[in-house]
């Protein structure tokens, strides 16, 4: 993986449990990095949680978190008096619609769609509308079941919390949040930073006899380097070790003459 595709990586990471950061924005991030870089799981969860699920494959197709709690209502007539959201009994459905119509929802909405129904739910009080499909039948069915001539259903629906959808939003932040927290783990170390041994590079002193030479080696990322101070020759020694003595005489000999010359002032 690249500096480019690990930026991206740390970005999802960031983004992915910040609540105030669009879900639908993570996942196109998910789906680029999974593109580059092979993460073919990460990348077909977020097509499907942005595109949507076909609901006639079957629930089988579906995670289990886009399955949700749903009450049923009906809007409609009772005599001159109106009826606005009124609760239905899951027994009140035909038999034949039941096992379809109960007080579950499957979402197959995309992700986009799913937290601008979350939004609606807020503005609207706390819940939002869900259209039952072949609600108008099941309405007249309802109302001849019922044998009263002065009711009149206009709409059936499910009805959905505000709660439930933010449920199955944070339910994909999760997933996805484990997927990426997995493909973080799997990396190597970053090559770009160097481990404790590369980023303190060696320095060697070696002193070779007494004072003949000084080498210094430092492990560079290229090789070793190294220099080296000689100490003098043979010859050259010998040199300095007669002048030292010559010195050291000359040196004796005034030091006598000094202070021959000071205890003599002192008899005067």
Excluded at 171 to 188: E, N, Y
Aim: proline content about 4%; glycine content about 10%.
């Amino acid at each position: 993986m690249n500096q480019r595709q690990r930026d991206l990586l740390a970005e999802i990471e960031r983004d992915v449990f910040d609540g105030a950061k669009s879900l639908s924005d993570v996942l196109l991030k998910c789906v680029s990095l999974g593109e580059c870089n092979g993460s073919t799981q990460l990348a077909e969860l977020a097509a499907k949680e942005l595109h949507g699920y076909d609901g006639t494959a079957g629930v089988k197709h579906i995670p289990a978190y886009r399955t949700v709690p749903a009450h049923i209502y009906v809007n409609g007539w009772k005599g001159p008096h109106h009826v606005y959201r009124q609760r239905v009994s899951p027994l009140q459905i035909p038999d034949f619609a039941r096992e379809s119509i109960n007080e579950e929802i499957v979402l197959t909405n995309a992700v986009a769609e799913i937290e601008n129904f979350a939004e609606s739910a807020k503005q609207a009080g706390g819940a939002v509308p869900f259209g039952i499909p072949g609600g108008v039948e099941l309405g007249k069915l309802i109302d001849y079941a019922s044998g009263d001539r002065l009711q009149r259903i206009e709409s059936l629906y499910w009805s959905v919390s505000e709660a439930a959808l933010r449920g199955v939003l944070n339910q994909v932040r999760t997933t996805v949040a484990d997927l990426v927290g997995k493909l973080h783990s799997s990396l190597p170390e970053d090559p770009a930073i160097p481990t404790a041994a590369e980023g303190s590079p060696g320095v060697h002193v070696t002193v070779n006899g007494d004072g003949s030479s000084v080498n210094v080696s430092a492990a560079q990322s290229s090789g070793n380097a190294r220099s080296s101070v000689n100490g003098a020759s043979a010859s050259d020694r010998k040199f300095w070790t007669r002048t030292r003595l010559v010195g050291a005489f000359i040196v004796g000999l005034f030091t006598i003459i000094g202070a021959t010359a000071t205890v003599l002032s002192l008899y005067k």
